[in-house]
């Protein structure tokens, strides 16, 4: 009995780890479209005036699933090993070499994506204000900074891991 709810839980984490930025992202794309849809439901089809306040808040929904959305595209992109890179001075390099070519690049990636987290932390904590339709504390649309930064750092670690570990010389993404 328990070594099959540690398989479940198991598969539930490595699903989690395949999974976790898509999940993520296709419902902040519904979350998106439904309450840009409501919106313009509201504007141009609806006759009630109290409808109107539901609008704004919508509008403000939308706003804030897309900026979380899009930090969540940057995980996501990071994780499939999508990010923007230049690669071309690599092919002067031995092919020895060539493996090791991303790897400062990287380095000074991650720095600045700890110093991001640390600042994201910072305006969390110091962050008084609220939204102004929804009035939620803007802390919670700010928490996304510090988040997504830590998962870009998890995955970037984890690609570097897997296209360093031995016995797995190529990786796919740096070809390109």
Same mark, same amino acid.
């Given at each position: 009995? @328990?070594?099959?709810?540690? $398989?479940?839980?198991?598969?539930? !984490?490595? &699903?989690?780890?395949?999974?976790? /930025?898509?999940?993520?992202?296709? %419902?902040?794309?519904?979350?998106?479209?439904?309450?840009?849809? &409501?919106?313009?439901?509201?504007?141009?089809?609806?006759? &009630?005036? %109290?409808?109107?306040?539901?609008?704004?808040?919508?509008? /403000? !929904?939308?706003?804030?699933? #897309?900026?979380?959305?899009?930090?969540?595209?940057? +995980?996501?992109?990071?994780?499939?090993?999508?990010?923007?890179? !230049?690669? +071309? =001075? &690599?092919?002067?390099?031995?092919?020895?070499?060539?493996?090791?070519?991303?790897?400062?690049?990287?380095?000074?990636?991650?720095?600045?994506? @700890? +110093? %991001? %987290?640390?600042?994201?932390?910072?305006?969390?904590?110091?962050? =008084?204000?609220?939204?102004?339709?929804?009035?939620?504390?803007?802390?919670? !649309?700010?928490?996304?900074?510090?988040?997504? #930064?830590? #998962?870009?750092?998890?995955?970037?670690? =984890?690609?570097?891991?897997?296209? #360093?570990?031995?016995?797995?010389?190529? $990786?796919?993404?740096?070809?390109?």
């Amino acid at each position: 009995m @328990l070594k099959r709810i540690l $398989r479940y839980g198991e598969a539930i !984490v490595i &699903f989690l780890d395949r999974r976790i /930025e898509e999940i993520i992202i296709a %419902i902040l794309c519904s979350i998106l479209v439904l309450s840009l849809t &409501f919106v313009v439901i509201v504007r141009y089809a609806s006759p &009630f005036a %109290i409808l109107s306040m539901a609008s704004h808040w919508a509008e /403000e !929904v939308a706003s804030f699933s #897309f900026i979380w959305l899009l930090y969540w595209g940057a +995980a996501l992109a990071t994780k499939n090993g999508g990010h923007f890179r !230049v690669t +071309a =001075q &690599f092919g002067l390099l031995p092919n020895r070499l060539k493996k090791y070519g991303l790897l400062p690049g990287d380095i000074i990636w991650l720095l600045f994506n @700890l +110093a %991001i %987290i640390k600042l994201g932390w910072v305006l969390l904590q110091s962050s =008084q204000e609220t939204s102004l339709s929804l009035e939620i504390p803007m802390k919670y !649309v700010y928490s996304i900074i510090p988040l997504s #930064f830590l #998962f870009i750092v998890f995955r970037l670690v =984890q690609h570097n891991y897997k296209f #360093f570990k031995p016995k797995q010389n190529q $990786r796919a993404d740096h070809n390109a």
